[in-house]
């Protein structure tokens, strides 16, 4: 874990919504600290202690995001939607970052291409983060929040393809306040849904859950046998961390090994970070 001096902070956004985010005590002109969540150690995009200039609101920065919960709305589709906003307004989008599996209530630290997002907004001086949806954004208030805070700060503005909650004025924020937490309703829709689906298949004698990593569901749909590819990279995680590694020389470790995740993609620094617990 990062040993620099650091500065810390509490931060509260709402009840039941609390971290601590402790980032090196002198900000670089860039805005790239180290923020520490959740005892992950990782690097993302985090404001300087000044606002960035506004960015050229002809050039944007497109994101995507496919969730884990709801997938009617994949990435193609999500392209070609930023594509025809950009066409139609003059804009041109400078870069595409794409969050694959990541459900809307994860945290921004969980979400390496938004991260790398936001920090391509000032890299590229762009004034726009564009989405096809304002729920491709998050489906959860606070998160959503987070994000519009870190894109202004990074002198842009989200925008989304269908038009929806864009613009400055008051009854524009109003609107945004209101899909925000329309999708967070949804979202609890969906959950609510799995869950009833789970236990249905309890009821059948079914395996109901997430199948832990190392393993994958037999044939009979109940029970757990080892997964071969994914022992391999718990084995070498937990060798690499009795050496003394840390989370991020694991992870870049694992990717130079060509060691990968269940969905064939490097390991991210959280799903690392699970790992090395769970072994430990």
Not at 38 to 47: I, R
């Amino acid at each position: 874990m990062n040993r620099e001096r650091t500065a810390s902070a509490r931060v509260t956004s709402s009840p039941g919504y609390s971290f601590v985010i402790r980032s090196p005590a002198v900000h670089t002109p860039s805005g790239v600290c180290t923020i520490v969540i959740d005892k992950c150690d990782t690097n993302v995009y985090a404001s300087d202690m000044k606002r960035a200039r506004k960015g050229d609101g002809k050039v944007a920065i497109g994101y995507l995001r496919v969730s884990t919960e709801d997938q009617r709305l994949g990435p193609e589709a999500q392209r070609d939607a930023i594509a025809t906003w950009a066409a139609r307004a003059g804009v041109t989008v400078a870069a595409w970052f794409t969050d694959a599996g990541v459900s809307g209530g994860a945290d921004v630290a969980d979400r390496p291409a938004l991260v790398a997002a936001l920090q391509a907004l000032r890299e590229h001086r762009a004034g726009v983060l564009a989405v096809a949806k304002r729920d491709r954004i998050a489906r959860d208030v606070v998160i959503a929040g987070l994000v519009d805070r870190a894109v202004t700060e990074a002198g842009a503005c989200v925008v989304s393809a269908d038009g929806c909650g864009n613009g400055q004025e008051a009854a524009d924020a109003f609107m945004r306040t209101i899909l925000d937490g329309a999708a967070q309703y949804e979202r609890a829709l969906i959950r609510q849904r799995t869950r009833a689906a789970l236990a249905a298949k309890r009821a059948r004698g079914e395996r109901a859950g997430a199948v832990p990593f190392g393993y994958r569901l037999a044939d009979d749909g109940a029970r757990l046998v080892p997964e071969p590819d994914e022992k391999r990279v718990i084995a070498r995680v937990r060798e690499l961390r009795a050496a003394g590694r840390s989370l991020r020389g694991i992870v870049a470790d694992l990717a130079g090994s060509g060691l990968v995740g269940r969905t064939r993609r490097p390991l991210g620094l959280t799903q690392v970070a699970r790992i090395a617990e769970s072994a430990a």
